[in-house]
């Protein structure tokens, strides 16, 4: 199969991102929760992060909540898409882009 080494770094590397990934019950917040906190903190109106607008503020909201719900919280990305109303595909993209420095802020905050 392989080195010992080769194999215990792919091992750590599947529990790495299985840790990463699986929902954590007791830790695991709502979406309507996080909305509101992230509206608040980002100051911007939890109505105008579920409509199509596009300002800079309200797509930056929408992108912390989409990679915290997804990356921390283990939501799917259809179930934050439904609730966000906008595409699962805007919210891969939303996901899949650039980390944002301060995320970390928002997070300890939940």
């Known amino acids: 199969m392989g080195g010992s080494d080769f194999v215990d770094g792919i091992l750590s ?6 840790k990463e990934t699986l929902r954590v019950a007791s830790g695991k917040c709502d979406l309507p929760t996080l909305l509101a906190r992230i509206a608040k903190e980002e ?19 929408r ?4 990679r915290i719900a997804v ?11 439904r609730y966000l109303n906008i595409s699962t595909c805007a919210v891969k ?14 997070i300890k905050l939940l």
Do not use: N
Not at 13 to 18: I, N, R
Not at 63 to 66: M, P, Q, R, T
Not at 93 to 106: A, G, Q
């Open 13 to 18: 590397e599947a529990k790495e991102q299985e």
């Open 71 to 81: 990356h921390r919280f283990g939501y799917a990305g259809a179930e934050v898409a």
């Open 43 to 61: 100051g911007v109106a939890a109505s105008a992060i579920r409509t199509g607008i596009r300002k800079r503020a309200v797509v930056r909201a």
């Open 93 to 106: 993209r939303l996901v899949s882009r650039e980390e944002l420095p301060d995320i970390e802020r928002y």
């Open 63 to 66: 992108k912390l909540i989409s």
